[in-house]
């Protein structure tokens, strides 16, 4: 409310409701100043706690299951994630498909579908590991099975009533996921 926006933002309003506020953005400026500012993020973005552990242990002790990221992002942001984590995770990767190479983005199954077509490997025997709602709907859109791993800001309800009835395994962090129940080894003992 104005009156809000007053209090916390210093904004003043005339006696005709005029503010002194700049007019808002065109659309199509405020978008791409938005996906600039992500773009500008994209090196300094942190591997999920657990990550780099369990993608080192999954090649090491299952070599012959591929590996692949299925991401949202494009192409460009992909490749300023990939210079702070190509010896730790994409050296590890058979592939990479980015959102700007598929038809409909997440929650449509399309990205998890070309990632496990590029991996000559049926969707059904894919396991997904995703932190986004709409990518844990798209990982099971695509017939995978999906960890999710919610951002720690979730209350408990709702990863109970949003993540919990979706995914097939809901875990803290990677640390946390037990891969025996997929017939993997993920940690080393």
């Not at 600039?36 to 299951?65: F, R, T, W, Y």
């Not at 050296?91 to 598929?102: E, N, Q, S």
């Not at 791993?149 to 946390?176: G, H, Q």
């Amino acid at each position: 409310t104005i009156d809000y926006a007053k209090e916390y933002w210093g904004v003043s309003v005339g006696e005709d409701g005029a503010s002194d506020l700049p007019p808002p953005p065109a659309i199509n400026d405020f978008i791409a100043a938005w996906e600039q500012h992500l773009s500008d993020m994209c090196e300094e973005i942190e591997a999920c706690k657990g990550a780099v552990e369990l993608v080192a242990n999954l090649a090491k002790h299952h070599p012959n299951i591929p590996m692949a990221i299925a991401t949202s992002s494009r192409e460009s942001g992909v490749a300023k994630k990939r210079k702070r984590h190509e010896t730790t995770i994409f050296r590890h990767m058979k592939t990479i498909v980015t959102g700007d190479v598929v038809a409909h983005g997440k929650p449509a199954p399309d990205i998890y579908l070309e990632a496990a077509k590029r991996l000559n490997v049926d969707p059904a025997k894919c396991l997904v590991f995703e932190d986004a709602l709409s990518g844990i709907r798209s990982g099971k859109a695509a017939g995978c099975y999906v960890v999710a791993i919610p951002d720690n800001r979730f209350s408990k309800e709702e990863l109970s009533t949003k993540f919990e009835p979706i995914a097939d395994v809901v875990v803290e962090d990677l640390t946390k996921f037990d891969g025996s129940r997929f017939g993997l080894q993920c940690m080393d003992k």
